[in-house]
């Protein structure tokens, strides 16, 4: 098969937050390889502020990163259909990568993605969310709408894989799995006692660590009233809830006045830039994710691995994929499963260093460069017009005897 010489690559780059750890990750991976020709196409205003439940959708102290051999064009705006059709004609690829997360951005990508297929490109998109997260009949058709754009997928899990296939109905061999990738947090060598130091927390406490956007499907509810029930029995566990809530947090703030839980959970409400993720995930003895419902992989477990953390996961989307051990796979909403595995988890430091061996062991097999090689191949195939082979992920999960990670 003839390979493919060049690629134009769609998504977002820091300081823009989108999906600018993975496209990072990815673009830089690609760029070491130094047989492919790639320039990026991104945004240089992403959304409208009022828009973003999250904030500012930049990050304030975020810089684009440098790359020796990618062409970077920041031009997209949100509110300049002018800009999306000129960056749709500039694109030099053969095969455009599209990365697509948000109905928010549909008018945009179908722009640049008709442009592409008028004239003659291959479309390759990785669907990060197979479904949006929120929103109801038409946001969700907008979502739809794009993927009629691209002529192969990619997905994280085969869980994103069967979701999308029940969407679209599609010949199955389009679409590919790739891990999401690990993401690599900027780390300054703290010590555990030093992280906590730096948060305010007892060394000799027990901690879950929640992280990341504080959204509905995130079900940190689910997780507060399985706490309850472990705080209540372990005087020394601590929950850590760390992200900018998308929404109001009374609810939350009602819940944990309920359980009686506020001198138990500790509180950092807000944008966590890249230059302090560390000291949480350091001071952590488990992360948790919670999610009621997802069709994605999920960046937090992506970052979470590195650090040799503990996972405890919700059996949804491509969270699974995360843990060796099935015992740490809760049904999602179930806070007395989720309950008994944090209790197990957090109680015992032989489980926990099993368990972050698992995660340094996921890291290891989830590497940018293995995925760079196995999507140029993705980028061949689209070119040629052909299936790209299956993806084989290693290692294989443990089979279930006993406690969590034993």
């Given at each position: 098969m003839a390979r493919c010489r060049s690629v134009?690559?769609?998504?977002?780059?820091?300081?823009?937050?989108?999906?600018?750890?993975?496209?990072?990750?990815?673009?830089?991976?690609?760029?070491?390889?130094?047989?492919?020709?790639?320039?990026?196409?991104?945004?240089?205003?992403?959304?409208?502020?009022?828009?973003?439940?999250?904030?500012?959708?930049?990050?304030?102290?975020?810089?684009?990163?440098?790359?020796?051999?990618?062409?970077?064009?920041?031009?997209?705006r949100w509110y300049n259909p002018f800009s999306w059709?000129?960056?749709?004609?500039?694109?030099?690829?053969?095969?455009?990568?599209?990365?697509?997360?948000?109905?928010?951005?549909?008018?945009?990508?179908?722009t640049l993605l008709g442009i592409a297929r008028l004239r003659g490109k291959r479309v390759v998109m990785t669907a990060h969310n197979v479904q949006p997260h929120e929103g109801g009949?038409?946001?969700?058709?907008?979502?739809?709408?794009?993927?009629?754009?691209?002529?192969?997928?990619?997905?994280?899990?085969?869980?994103?894989?069967?979701?999308?296939?029940?969407?679209?109905?599609?010949?199955?061999?389009?679409?590919?799995?790739?891990?999401?990738?690990?993401?690599?947090?900027?780390?300054?060598?703290?010590?555990?006692?030093e992280a906590r130091l730096k948060l305010g927390i007892d060394a000799n406490a027990r901690v879950a660590l929640c992280f990341g956007n504080i959204r509905p499907y995130k079900g940190v509810d689910v997780l507060l009233r399985a706490f309850a029930e472990v705080a209540r029995e372990d005087p020394g566990a601590l929950l850590i809830i760390a992200g900018q809530p998308w929404g109001d947090w009374a609810p939350y703030q009602r819940l944990i006045d309920e359980l009686n839980?506020?001198?138990?959970?500790?509180?950092?409400?807000?944008?966590?830039?890249?230059?302090?993720?560390?000291?949480?995930?350091?001071?952590?003895?488990?992360?948790?994710?919670?999610?009621?419902?997802?069709?994605?992989?999920?960046?937090?477990?992506?970052?979470?691995?590195?650090?040799?953390?503990?996972?405890?996961?919700?059996?949804?989307?491509?969270?699974?994929?995360?843990?060796?051990?099935?015992?740490?796979?809760v049904p999602p909403g179930d806070a007395v499963a989720l309950a008994g595995v944090?209790?197990?988890?957090?109680g015992d430091q032989a489980l926990r260093d099993r368990m972050a061996v698992d995660s340094l062991a996921l890291a290891a097999s989830m590497g940018w460069d293995a995925i760079a090689e196995r999507t140029v191949e993705i980028y061949a195939a689209a070119r040629a017009g052909v299936p790209a082979a299956a993806w084989t992920q290693e290692p294989e999960p443990r089979a279930a005897t006993g406690a969590p990670g034993s």
């Open positions: 134009s690559v769609i998504g977002s780059l820091p300081p823009v937050k989108g999906v600018s750890a993975y496209t990072t990750g990815l673009l830089d991976a690609l760029d070491r390889r130094g047989d492919l020709e790639v320039d990026f196409v991104g945004f240089r205003s992403i959304y409208p502020r009022w828009f973003y439940p999250g904030g500012d959708p930049d990050e304030p102290s975020g810089r684009p990163p440098l790359f020796l051999g990618v062409k970077l064009r920041a031009t997209l059709a000129w960056a749709g004609l500039r694109m030099r690829g053969e095969v455009v990568h599209a990365q697509w997360w948000s109905y928010a951005l549909a008018p945009v990508y179908a009949f038409l946001q969700r058709l907008a979502h739809r709408a794009v993927f009629r754009f691209a002529h192969s997928y990619v997905v994280h899990s085969e869980a994103n894989k069967a979701a999308l296939l029940r969407m679209l109905r599609c010949d199955p061999a389009r679409i590919s799995v790739l891990p999401h990738g690990v993401l690599e947090t900027p780390r300054s060598g703290l010590s555990r006692r839980l506020n001198d138990r959970v500790l509180l950092r409400l807000e944008y966590i830039a890249a230059n302090e993720i560390e000291q949480y995930f350091v001071a952590a003895d488990a992360v948790v994710l919670p999610y009621t419902h997802f069709d994605a992989q999920s960046g937090v477990g992506m970052r979470a691995l590195p650090f040799g953390r503990p996972l405890i996961v919700t059996n949804t989307g491509g969270l699974p994929d995360l843990v060796l051990d099935r015992r740490a796979v944090l209790r197990q988890v957090l």
